[in-house]
């Protein structure tokens, strides 16, 4: 049976994967047609600029799930293992906290950019900082799956060394 979080995980691949593809076929479409037909769309930065959003904060998220995101460790690696737990679980807490607020700043920005629309498509800024408060509140989640696990006692698995290139 499939759970909440596995749908989410599922959904941020898609959003990032699509969002990078597009991404780079409007860059690709564009340089071609720059150099080849000598015609250049002026659209195709207010594309690559949205879907390169989408991917980063969604791809961030994919990062975090997997506990893939760069950080120095080596202190905490050497602490004994209840005290290890402690301070990954106030970390956990640190990390939901911002993402919280991060969560609702940036859904009182996306809101504010509704009536700002691209120069070119004329497409609300909305769509492209939108990204930023959904991404925070799926991580804000994960922070908080994390800290419970934490607190039990339970490792979080950690991606390893050569997956997190």
Not at 5 to 29: P, W
Not at 88 to 113: D, E, N, P, Q
Request: proline content about 3%.
């Amino acid at each position: 049976m499939k759970t909440i979080r596995d749908v989410i995980a599922k959904i941020e691949v898609v959003v990032s994967g699509t969002a990078f593809v597009v991404l780079v076929g409007v860059v690709v479409l564009n340089v071609f047609s720059r150099f080849i037909l000598l015609k250049s769309f002026a659209w195709t930065e207010e594309i690559a600029y949205l879907c390169f959003n989408w991917s980063v904060f969604f791809g961030a998220c994919i990062l975090y799930r997997n506990q893939g995101l760069i950080s120095i460790d080596a202190v905490v690696d050497r602490l004994p293992p209840k005290a290890r737990h402690i301070v990954r679980s106030i970390t956990f807490a640190m990390i939901f906290v911002m993402c919280a607020a991060l969560t609702v700043w940036g859904w009182k920005f996306s809101i504010a950019a509704w009536i700002r629309p691209t120069a070119i498509l004329q497409i609300p800024y909305f769509f492209v900082d939108v990204s930023i408060p959904l991404a925070c509140a799926i991580m804000a989640g994960y922070s908080v799956d994390f800290f419970i696990r934490s607190v039990r006692g339970q490792d979080i698995q950690q991606a390893a060394l050569e997956e997190r290139a």
